[in-house]
């Protein structure tokens, strides 16, 4: 089973590269730019197909190791 | 006087903590590899600077995991001092022993520069004798975020340790070199055993240094 693990900065957190990235989208002539955020993306491969087991797992993953929770949400996905 | 440094895969600034122990306390520090699961009786644990693990996900966060990191979070709770300086603050934020975060500098930018800081607590074993201080800082992650709530608790708890400031000892924006909030160059935690600090007091420890004002810290520590 493979998860997807989607972590970004809190809405509330500035993010000085994604508002550098802005910049140069916009220098390059994309004229709709309102903002842009960066964060991580993060796969798992796990050897179960229990759903249930997986979620909690990753959640776990998440708010051990893989997310800073005083600064990053986190978003786990599942095929 | 017993103390005792740990060394991660990518610490760089072990060795010089380590000198900077022995010149001002007069014993030599017992260097820790990360994979020990325990430290003997212990005076001072320092969690040195460096690039533990490359800084791989988050700036601290694998060696936060390491298997010392449990026995010093333990140690730490029984109230044995513990200093965690640049790269060894942000492991103690990731293994939970202080609050906040440490984020990328404001500017992007990798900052090396001396930088001056003012400590506004004086009563912990570490600040006890501190005063303005000249100290270098060397980092990419040192902008120190937290939550509104976290601050006036760290606020009302006294426990912020140190804020960049200008020669004449005040603290503004100009004197802010990452973007930190309120300038906060270091914290306590709430027993006040804990220091994480972004500025590296080993780096102006003796006169061949350049500066000798980070030497206050250890001999806080020692005396």
């Known amino acids: 089973m493979l998860a997807k693990i989607y972590i970004t900065l809190k809405k509330d957190v500035l993010d000085p590269q994604g508002s550098v990235i802005a910049n140069s989208l916009r220098s390059l002539g994309f004229n709709h730019i309102e903002d842009v955020r960066q964060g991580k993306f993060i796969e798992v491969k796990l050897n179960t197909e229990n759903k249930e087991t997986a979620n909690k797992q990753l959640n776990e993953m998440c708010e051990k190791l893989l997310a800073n929770l005083v600064i990053e949400d986190y978003k786990v996905e599942i095929d | ?223």
Not at chain 2, 165 to 191: F, T, W
Not at chain 2, 200 to 205: D, G, K, M, Q, V
Request: glycine share 8%; charged share 20%; aromatic share 6%.
């Open chain 2, 1 to 223: 006087m017993k103390s005792h440094v740990i060394v991660f895969p990518g610490s760089n600034c072990d060795r010089d903590v380590a000198v900077a122990i022995k010149n001002i306390s007069g014993y030599q520090p017992q260097m820790v590899w990360h994979k020990e699961t325990s430290i003997d009786q212990s005076d001072l644990i320092v969690v040195p600077g460096g690039f533990s693990y490359g800084d791989y996900l988050r700036c601290g966060a694998m060696a936060s995991t390491s298997p010392i990191m449990q026995d010093v979070v333990k140690k730490a709770k029984e109230g044995v001092p513990v200093l965690g300086i640049c790269n060894g603050f942000q492991i103690l934020i990731e293994s939970g022993l202080l609050d906040g975060a440490l984020m990328r500098n404001n500017s992007l930018s990798f900052i090396c520069k001396d930088i001056l800081i003012k400590p506004r607590n004086q009563s912990s074993v570490f600040t006890k004798n501190a005063q303005v201080a000249k100290m270098p800082i060397a980092h990419n992650e040192g902008n120190f975020f937290v939550t509104s709530e976290q601050l006036k608790k760290i606020q009302d708890n006294d426990q912020i340790a140190f804020q960049y400031c200008d020669e004449s000892g005040n603290v503004s924006e100009h004197s802010n070199p990452n973007g930190s909030l309120e300038n906060i160059a270091g914290i306590l935690n709430e027993n006040k055993n804990v220091l994480g600090m972004m500025p590296h007091p080993e780096r102006a420890a003796e006169l061949a240094h350049g500066c000798e004002d980070g030497k206050t810290i250890f001999e806080s520590i020692f005396n």
